[in-house]
């Protein structure tokens, strides 16, 4: 029966959308190979020398869910006396085009002058976890000490940080003051043990207090779900910018098929990166509990005017009551058991609302 309706499911998105596809993995001997936290043996270079490979191999985690996985990786790499070398060629990810492509070097510089070739050479290789190190937390966003190793050892690469150049002149970020919102939707309301996101109640109140009191001339929106940009493009107009991009109400855009748009998995890294940095830079920002908002609060350091994560309970671990529970607490008022209202700090500090 599970199978059935699984296919169905399956069967109606292909149908109505054309796009579904299911995960693609890429196997090799590197990923074979690999024991994680014991010494490998790959040829004779470099033997005095002790690599630790960065690998995340995984499915379904976004993006900066790995790049904090991987600055946690390098900050206990360095602490060992270990070289850190990131592989995103040889494991999957949702972002990984093919398998020639070390998607990290797509996005990003650093942290290693060596490269995987010679790496997988040498004598002395350590490979990493697929997830955070012992020790060292999800979330990375107020840990000032990895802050300074990803300063130091990971830059956004040339394209990425051109494409971000041109969007904020298009969108003429500097002359204006902006806010930024991160407003997740789509499955997010559905996924087990996740926080729930914000209902569009808890942002407009947010987003009107900052426009009346605080004077924001323009709203910055990062959205996967179309209904969510669409509510906030009718109530505040032309004060809303976005990037263009792949939207999705109820799936993630990751499940699209490559023939959606040609390098399409990659394109998701590349967006969400820019979108990222553009919050980063914002004047102000509402966001919620996700990887996009943390990670642009450990980018900006503090320096947001005004700063709100609101943080609504978690989603329940049983399916039944995860598909219902943010519907059920959107329908009541803030009274009782729906979703609570917040407000900014006087100070600007961030506050995490509950």
């Not at 398998?99 to 650093?110: K, L, P, Q, T």
């Not at 690469?157 to 991160?182: C, R």
């Not at 929106?221 to 004060?239: A, C, H, I, Q």
């Not at 399409?264 to 908002?293: A, P, T």
Request: aromatic content about 14%; proline content about 3%.
């Amino acid at each position: 029966m599970k199978y059935k309706i699984n296919n169905f499911i399956k069967k109606l998105f292909i149908s109505r959308y054309g796009l579904y596809t299911n995960h693609i993995n890429f196997k090799n001997d590197i990923l074979n190979n690999s024991q994680p936290l014991l010494i490998n043996s790959f040829g004779g270079l470099n033997q005095d020398k002790i690599f630790y490979v960065i690998q995340q191999d995984s499915r379904g985690r976004g993006l900066f869910s790995i790049v904090s996985a991987v600055v946690s990786h390098i900050d206990f790499a360095l602490k060992n006396g270990f070289i850190p070398v990131v592989d995103l060629k040889n494991f999957n990810s949702e972002y990984r085009q093919s398998e020639s492509d070390n998607v990290w070097n797509a996005y990003f510089d650093g942290p290693s002058k060596f490269t995987l070739e010679e790496v997988y050479q040498s004598k002395n290789v350590y490979f990493s976890t697929n997830t955070f190190p012992l020790g060292y937390e999800a979330t990375i966003t107020e840990n000032l000490n990895l802050y300074k190793c990803y300063q130091k050892y990971i830059r956004l690469n040339s394209n990425i940080d051109a494409l971000v150049t041109k969007a904020k002149i298009e969108l003429n970020f500097s002359g204006n003051k902006i806010l930024g919102v991160h407003f997740r939707g789509k499955e997010s309301r559905r996924a087990r043990n996740h926080f729930l996101p914000p209902s569009k109640r808890q942002i407009y109140k947010l987003v009107d207090v900052a426009i009346k009191n605080k004077e924001y001339t323009k709203i910055f929106v990062v959205s996967e779900d179309p209904t969510n940009l669409l509510f906030l493009k009718k109530r505040y107009g032309d004060m809303v910018q976005f990037l263009e991009m792949p939207r999705a109400r109820f799936m993630n855009t990751y499940r699209y098929a490559d023939e959606y748009r040609p390098n399409h998995r990659y394109k998701l890294g590349e967006e969400v990166l820019q979108e990222m940095q553009m919050l980063s830079e914002c004047n102000g920002f509402i966001g919620c509990v996700s990887n996009i908002s943390n990670f642009a609060i450990f980018i900006n350091q503090n320096k947001f005017q005004d700063c709100v994560v609101i943080k609504n309970p978690q989603n329940s671990k049983f399916p039944i009551i995860s598909m219902l529970k943010w519907y059920v607490m959107n329908l009541f008022p803030n009274t009782m058991l729906g979703f609570k209202d917040f407000k900014f700090e006087d100070d600007g500090k961030k506050k995490l609302i509950s």
